[in-house]
């Protein structure tokens, strides 16, 4: 037979064992008229997530786990330790006493405190300590620990760039050697100099000379939650995002990590946002307030919705270029990343604010 199709599937097979395959037959999928994330819309209700925590506080400890985590995974990224296709997510726990050992990778690591307070932990050898809400940063290849000496239990969000490293086959890690880094600085100190838009000068000039990482790295909740009850009260009212702000190097005005963007938004109450989308897929943690997300994505002009009702604590992931509004029944306030710094590099970044 000398059927195209049938001279087709001839050559596909012959050339199969010399690793050759034809681009016309992916072609389509390869370059999309508009991203097709595999990565799904999904909601982790904390008073599902919670017991399964503390559960591993009984079969596991932070020692021996080394990080006592259950990931956030997308239902589409089953397997794959991701929440979208460039990030991670997970919920951390450390109990009383525990200690969670010394550390460090090339992946960058965000915590956003979820619950409890007067755990720490300790980057470049000095300690913060962890209150609800606070963020913190843990540069790309820094020594990190963390411990609870409160006497509760504490639970933060942890967001690493690890599918991206993954990606780029970038990822190396060290053990420190010993449980804790030493403690070279007292508490405070990383604020008072970088925390007051001031900055030291040259008798304590910064060790990130490319300013790739924001030289701060704890941003207190109650600081940033007070910026946005004066902008509620003083500023328009953003019909898409209510008041948000996004974190910043106070070094650069740029981005807190070279990877991850950070946010936090208010949703005043009663508030009924219109439609967004954007190319970096986000995730959401609440930390006050009620409300709702409505997603949406066109598959082959079948619209698929997902309803997410909210509370505090819940999470849920936004994937790339899918259509979201939130509205909010009481005064919201909710914290977001997303991979936008890489978006942004590449010159790929798209946003779109829809009626
Ligand atoms: C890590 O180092 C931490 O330091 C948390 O708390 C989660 C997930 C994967 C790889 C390293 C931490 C992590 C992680």
Redesign the pocket.
């Known amino acids: 037979m000398n059927h195209p199709t049938e001279l087709r599937a001839r050559l596909y097979a012959d050339m199969d064992p010399a690793n050759l395959t034809p681009l016309w037959e992916s072609l389509h999928a390869l370059v999309p008229r508009q991203p097709r994330s595999p990565s799904v819309p999904a909601l982790w209700r904390y008073d599902e997530v919670r017991p399964f925590l503390m559960r591993a506080g009984e079969v596991i400890t932070a020692e021996e786990a080394?990080?006592r985590?259950l990931?956030l995974e997308n239902p589409g990224l089953r397997g794959q330790?991701a929440i979208t296709q460039s990030l991670?997510a997970?919920l951390?726990l450390i109990l009383p006493g525990e200690v969670?050992p010394s550390?460090r990778?090339t992946?960058t690591?965000l915590?956003f405190v979820v619950e409890g307070e007067g755990a720490f932990?300790a980057v470049n050898g000095e300690r913060t300590t962890m209150r609800p809400g606070d963020f913190i940063i843990?540069p790309s290849w820094t020594w990190?620990?963390?411990g609870n000496e409160s006497d509760q239990p504490v639970v933060w969000l942890?967001a690493?760039d690890?599918p991206t490293l993954r990606l780029l086959d970038a990822g190396f890690?060290e053990d420190y050697g010993a449980a804790q880094q030493p403690v070279l600085r007292s508490e405070g100190s990383n604020f008072a100099r970088f925390g007051s838009n001031m900055a030291p000068m040259a008798h304590d000039a910064e060790t990130d000379p490319h300013g790739a990482t924001s030289p701060l790295f704890c941003y207190p909740y109650a600081r940033s939650r007070e910026a946005l009850a004066r902008l509620r009260r003083d500023a328009p009212v953003d019909p898409w995002d209510g008041v948000k702000l996004r974190y910043v190097n106070p070094a650069t005005g740029g981005w807190p990590t070279p990877t991850l963007a950070t946010f936090l938004q208010l949703l005043p109450a009663g508030f009924e946002g219109k439609a967004w989308r954007q190319t970096d897929g986000a995730v959401f943690s609440v930390v006050e307030g009620r409300g709702r997300a409505v997603i949406e994505r066109d598959v082959d002009g079948q619209v698929h919705r997902s309803v997410f009702e909210f509370g505090p604590r819940d999470h849920f992931v936004v994937p790339s270029w899918h259509c979201c509004r939130l509205a909010a029944s009481e005064d919201t306030v909710l914290f977001s990343f997303s991979d936008r710094p890489i978006h942004s590099a590449l010159g790929v970044l798209r946003q779109e604010r829809l009626d």
Do not use: C, K, N
């Open positions: 080394i990080r985590v990931i330790s991670y997970g951390q969670a550390h990778h992946a690591a915590r932990t843990t990190h620990d963390h942890d690493l690890i890690a």
